[in-house]
């Protein structure tokens, strides 16, 4: 019945979106569908008086809630779409997806090939856009010891009782349980999965949301009803920003190395301004802005110059191979193992 509600929600959200579409008629209108707070305030204002355009954003909270927009819409209504590389596979089979002509963006000469060739399914398909880490983000003034390991996270002692935040997200809930145990976070071993859900039907009584921290002043985390919470690298900084004692970790035992990417949608109906788009984004001076308000690690290697060396030796934003050699990109999976993992994650956040 909950997930019904939410579904019928999201509908009804974009019914009203698309009728505010309609309504304005003076500009072209470039859709994305997108995270929150994924885009900088000025470059989406300088694209739209360059082009005389207008972008509009509606966000999702977690890649199984943005599967569940496409789903509900078959992926019309969205220009651009921003997709994570472990779900290209899946989203060119259903459709929802075209080719880009990238000789027609300039600027994607930019870009590294380390990120364009991580997945082999967004080849042709896509234009890098971030990256970043998985890890944990907690309060270390309300701590006695700092947390430096996913096991401490997921066997959580006394004082994180009730006050911890998990992403509800079946790859991340069960990716990390499964690298706190010291397997991969793609297994697909039946006896590996049963042992990541017996961990987190454990620790599921001292979890007090399934769900994403707020990134503001008035987040859990900055006023300390929560203590400890999985997180993206990037966003830590953000909310970090709002309290001194708010520190980032990626745990010993590696996270996930996460990509994202612009895709464009097979029903764009904004065709050449999402290109224009494209391209935009990635000249080297708005990309290192977008870089920077944002948090994150750009692929753009023209753009990571014009970075304060600062930003640039920040780890947190641009961990260093080391750090990152324990980590690991989600994989598409089999559909067998993609069965159990469902139903683990049905099991452990309802």
């Not at 505010?20 to 739209?48: G, Y």
């Not at 509800?168 to 049963?194: F, V």
């Not at 690690?297 to 930003?311: G, I, Q, R, V, Y």
């Amino acid at each position: 019945m909950k997930q019904f509600i939410r579904s019928i929600f999201l509908l009804g959200c974009l019914f009203v979106y698309s009728v505010s579409l309609s309504a304005d008629t003076s500009k072209k209108h470039l859709v994305i569908l997108n995270w929150s707070e994924f885009l900088a305030p000025s470059l989406v204002d300088a694209f739209e008086k360059k082009y005389e355009a207008k972008v509009k954003e509606v966000y999702f909270e977690s890649d199984d809630a943005r599967d569940q927009i496409l789903l509900q819409t078959k992926g019309k209504g969205f220009d651009l779409i921003l997709v994570n590389g472990s779900s290209f596979r899946s989203y060119r089979k259903k459709g929802w997806l075209q080719p880009i002509p990238l000789e027609e963006i300039e600027n994607f000469k930019y870009i590294e090939k380390r990120w364009i060739n991580a997945f082999d399914s967004v080849q042709g398909y896509s234009v890098p856009y971030f990256w970043g880490t998985l890890g944990i983000a907690y309060r270390k003034d309300l701590l006695v010891k700092p947390i430096e390991r996913w096991s401490e996270f997921f066997n959580p002692s006394d004082e994180l009782k009730g006050k911890i935040i998990i992403v509800k997200s079946s790859a991340d809930i069960i990716g990390m349980a499964l690298k706190s145990l010291g397997y991969s976070a793609n297994s697909e071993n039946h006896k590996e999965l049963d042992q990541a859900k017996a961990l987190l039907l454990q620790q599921k009584p001292h979890v007090a949301k399934y769900g994403y921290i707020n990134l503001d002043e008035n987040s859990a985390l900055v006023k300390g009803d929560i203590v400890a919470t999985m997180v993206y690298g990037g966003d830590a900084l953000n909310v970090g920003e709002h309290h001194d004692q708010i520190v980032y970790v990626l745990p010993e035992e590696g996270g996930n190395i996460w990509v994202d990417y612009f895709a464009m949608s097979s029903e764009a109906a904004n065709y050449d301004l999402a290109i224009k788009f494209l391209d935009f984004i990635n000249d080297p001076e708005w990309a290192a802005v977008n870089a920077e308000e944002t948090y994150l690690a750009t692929p753009n290697t023209e753009a990571k110059k014009l970075l304060s060396d600062e930003f640039v030796s920040n780890p947190v934003i641009f961990p260093d191979n080391k750090t990152l050699e324990k980590s690991e990109f989600f994989k598409t999976l089999s559909p067998r193992a993609m069965r159990h993992r469902t139903s683990i994650f049905t099991r452990v956040v309802e």
